[in-house]
């Protein structure tokens, strides 16, 4: 979603230091809880219901803040960016883990969009990846690999769950890319229901048309929808592609290498599966590779 960073010095400072490790927790926990909400609903059903939620929070809210409406070619970039992210992206998170994709295995195919936006930035966002972002990016797939190598995740896992994963994958970097080239500053209440409602309007057909749309509203289901709602739909990704904006794309791309690990840890912490000695010593190796990449002048 577009996120325009409209503060001052102080409000810029307070995003690219509290914003990083806030977007961190928020997007490794989504993992554990769309597995939770998979339970008692079709993928695409929990997607579509997750968006109609959305929209049912940020109307009332958008009636009474009345933000400025985009103009021009900006519904058309909000609408690119939501069906690749909310569209796209979600979807292919959903399928995998459905399909019986570990989440740490998705996090951990996810976690390869720094390389991505590595390679691509300089043609696409018109940037400067120098051999010090390289050696960060390296050091940080390195680390995530071996946090889910300790957890033997990535054995026996599903050929189609892997292909919905490399899918999502493939939506958060062009989504990423397509941000920093052509996001303007839109008020975030605006281009996160116009984002949310287009990846409704996709998803919710498919789901029509390929599942029976099974929705147990449980206890479980409930603290899903609730969390993935508030934490992911609307905070996280208002805070990756606001800092996508104050930085270059390769710099805040390279976060999603702590990913992996941080998943793992919160499943370790909430739903008690362990992590492994070996596994604490990736999470360290990741932690250094996105330091060397969020640290050092810009080029």
Same mark, same amino acid.
């Given at each position: 979603? !577009?996120?325009?960073?409209?503060?001052?010095?102080?409000?810029?400072?307070?995003?690219?230091?509290?914003g990083?490790?806030?977007?961190?927790?928020?997007?490794?926990?989504g993992?554990?809880?769309?597995?939770?909400?998979?339970?008692?609903?079709?993928?695409?059903?929990l997607?579509?219901?997750?968006?109609?939620? *959305?929209?049912?929070?940020? #109307? +009332? *809210?958008?009636?009474?803040?009345? +933000?400025?409406?985009?103009?021009?070619?900006?519904?058309?970039?909000?609408?690119? *960016?939501?069906?690749?992210?909310?569209?796209?992206?979600?979807?292919?998170?959903?399928?995998?883990?459905?399909?019986?994709?570990?989440?740490?295995?998705?996090?951990?195919?996810?976690?390869?969009?720094?390389?991505?936006?590595?390679? #691509?930035? +300089?043609?696409?966002?018109?940037?400067?990846?120098?051999?010090?972002?390289?050696?960060?990016?390296v050091?940080? #797939?390195?680390?995530?690999?071996? *946090?889910?190598?300790?957890?033997?995740?990535?054995?026996?896992?599903?050929?189609?769950?892997?292909?919905? !994963?490399?899918?999502?994958?493939?939506?958060?970097?062009?989504?990423?890319?397509?941000?920093?080239?052509?996001?303007?500053?839109?008020?975030?209440?605006?281009?996160?229901?116009?984002?949310?409602?287009?990846?409704?309007?996709?998803?919710?057909?498919?789901?029509?048309?390929?599942?029976?749309?099974?929705?147990?509203?449980?206890?479980?289901?409930?603290? !899903?929808?609730?969390?993935?709602?508030?934490?992911?739909?609307?905070? &996280?990704?208002? #805070?990756?592609?606001?800092?996508?904006?104050?930085?270059?794309?390769?710099?805040v791309?390279?976060?999603?290498?702590?990913?992996?690990?941080?998943?793992?840890?919160?499943?370790?912490?909430?739903?008690?599966q362990?992590? &492994? +000695?070996?596994?604490?010593?990736?999470?360290?190796? !990741?932690? &250094?590779?996105?330091?060397?990449?969020t640290?050092?002048?810009?080029?």
């Amino acid at each position: 979603m !577009s996120a325009g960073v409209t503060g001052g010095w102080d409000a810029a400072r307070l995003l690219r230091f509290g914003g990083p490790p806030l977007f961190i927790l928020l997007w490794s926990s989504g993992f554990i809880f769309v597995a939770i909400g998979l339970r008692d609903a079709d993928p695409l059903t929990l997607l579509a219901a997750r968006y109609a939620l *959305v929209e049912a929070v940020l #109307l +009332p *809210v958008a009636l009474v803040v009345r +933000p400025a409406l985009p103009r021009g070619a900006a519904w058309l970039h909000l609408g690119v *960016v939501g069906l690749l992210v909310q569209g796209g992206h979600f979807a292919g998170i959903n399928l995998s883990l459905a399909d019986g994709f570990a989440p740490g295995a998705s996090a951990l195919v996810t976690c390869l969009q720094p390389i991505l936006v590595g390679l #691509l930035a +300089p043609w696409i966002a018109g940037e400067t990846v120098s051999r010090r972002r390289w050696l960060g990016l390296v050091l940080g #797939l390195l680390g995530a690999v071996v *946090v889910i190598l300790s957890r033997s995740e990535i054995g026996g896992l599903p050929l189609r769950g892997l292909l919905f !994963s490399l899918l999502a994958l493939a939506c958060i970097t062009a989504g990423t890319l397509y941000e920093r080239r052509f996001g303007s500053r839109v008020h975030p209440v605006t281009a996160s229901a116009v984002q949310c409602g287009v990846g409704f309007l996709a998803v919710l057909p498919l789901a029509a048309w390929l599942e029976p749309m099974r929705l147990h509203w449980t206890a479980g289901l409930v603290m !899903s929808l609730a969390y993935l709602v508030i934490a992911n739909s609307i905070v &996280a990704l208002t #805070l990756l592609l606001a800092m996508v904006r104050l930085g270059e794309a390769s710099r805040v791309s390279a976060l999603f290498f702590l990913v992996p690990p941080m998943t793992a840890v919160l499943a370790w912490l909430v739903l008690g599966q362990h992590l &492994a +000695p070996l596994g604490w010593a990736g999470l360290a190796i !990741s932690a &250094a590779g996105v330091a060397i990449v969020t640290t050092g002048r810009r080029r």
